[in-house]
């Protein structure tokens, strides 16, 4: 019954599992795979990283994490420290169900517990909606540099 899901903590035993939500294409690299289980595994032991799970039995349908980073300070902002929303993936046969809904609020209210006040994310076209719900405003002047051969 897909009314029948509950929600528990991440632990160290779902590293594959988060990883699979973060990487969830079909053609995904082996190597994406291993270096961000690898991160993974290591944040994790060290508080930077918290996540959620939805299961139905011991099946995994759904997942969000938060990953803690030392932002620093910016203007109108002093808290050094932010949450950035990380890992949002519900399986498709699983997806408007308010299952992510509960994951995302279940990751702010983790956040907020932990003293942190500002939270982002990436949102895709399919998530955008539910995220401006949370409260989420699009911040468009966000912007990224890679150098190396990526």
Do not use: C
């Not at 590293?15 to 939500?21: E, G, N, P, Q, V």
């Not at 002093?78 to 809904?101: E, H, K, M, S």
């Amino acid at each position: 019954m897909k009314n029948n899901w509950t929600i528990r903590p991440a632990t160290q035993s779902d590293i594959t599992i988060i990883t699979r939500h973060r990487f969830h294409r079909a053609n995904e690299q082996q190597e994406d795979l291993d270096a961000y289980a690898s991160w993974l595994t290591g944040t994790l032991a060290a508080g930077n990283y918290t996540g959620l799970l939805a299961q139905t039995g011991d099946i995994v349908v759904a997942g969000a994490g938060l990953s803690i980073l030392d932002w620093g300070p910016i203007r109108g902002d002093t808290q050094a420290r932010r949450g950035r929303i990380v890992n949002v993936y519900t399986a498709p046969d699983w997806r408007r169900l308010g299952i992510a809904r509960a994951l995302v609020a279940g990751m702010l209210q983790l956040g907020k517990e932990q003293g942190l006040k500002t939270f982002n994310l990436s949102a895709s076209e399919e998530g955008h909606a539910l995220y401006q719900d949370l409260g989420f405003v699009s911040y468009p002047t966000e912007m990224i540099f890679r150098s190396g051969d990526i």
